[in-house]
């Protein structure tokens, strides 16, 4: 592990309900966070990592799914198209995976970590991701996409009462 004071927060903890504030200013701060985030991803063996996922409360996510590394400022999806379905797992909800319907493509805006704008387009597994992310940012976990029995299974096993 590393020496940061980072760590991934698990279903239960109140942070990964709560909507991430969309940041204002852009500083060294949140470039050193980024990368952070993106260290305990890699040594976590994630795909993705939203901040709220590690106790901070601002709109920030990193990806990457093989094809290099995405550091996103205030990602927002402006455009979706057709449709998927993936079994999702997650960091913050281990050893659980539900099958998710999502958008095949999409389209997101974001800021970078030098305040440059980017927008992407993404499909398949990346579409899923940066939109399993931004979830996150809004609150949102993958067991909200379970059926009320797998949620009630879940809940059990977890021992965790804020389903």
Same mark, same amino acid.
């Given at each position: ?48 990592? @939203?901040?709220?996922?590690? !106790? ?8 990457? $799914?093989?094809?290099?590394?995405? #550091? +996103? =400022? ?44 980017? @927008?992407?387009?993404?499909? !398949? ?8 992310? $931004?979830?996150?940012?809004?609150? #949102? +976990? =993958? ?21």
């Amino acid at each position: 592990m590393s020496e940061t004071k980072l760590r991934i927060r698990r279903l239960g903890d109140t942070i990964l309900r709560k909507k991430a504030k969309e940041i204002k200013t852009i500083t060294a701060s949140h470039a050193e966070i980024l990368n952070t985030m993106a260290q305990l991803m890699y040594e976590s063996s994630g795909i993705g990592l @939203a901040a709220n996922q590690v !106790g901070i409360n601002e709109s920030m996510m990193v990806a990457d $799914i093989g094809l290099g590394l995405y #550091k +996103l =400022i205030n990602p927002k999806i402006v455009k979706r198209e057709g449709w998927q379905s993936m079994e999702e797992g997650c960091l913050s909800v281990p050893g659980i995976s539900v099958k998710v319907k999502r958008a095949k493509r999409v389209k997101v805006l974001a800021i970078d970590e030098n305040a440059k704008p980017i @927008a992407i387009e993404a499909e !398949g597994l990346m579409a899923c991701v940066f939109q399993h992310e $931004i979830d996150h940012l809004k609150g #949102k +976990l =993958i067991i909200d996409y379970a059926s009320f029995f797998k949620r009630w299974k879940i809940k059990k096993q977890e021992s965790i009462h804020e389903l």
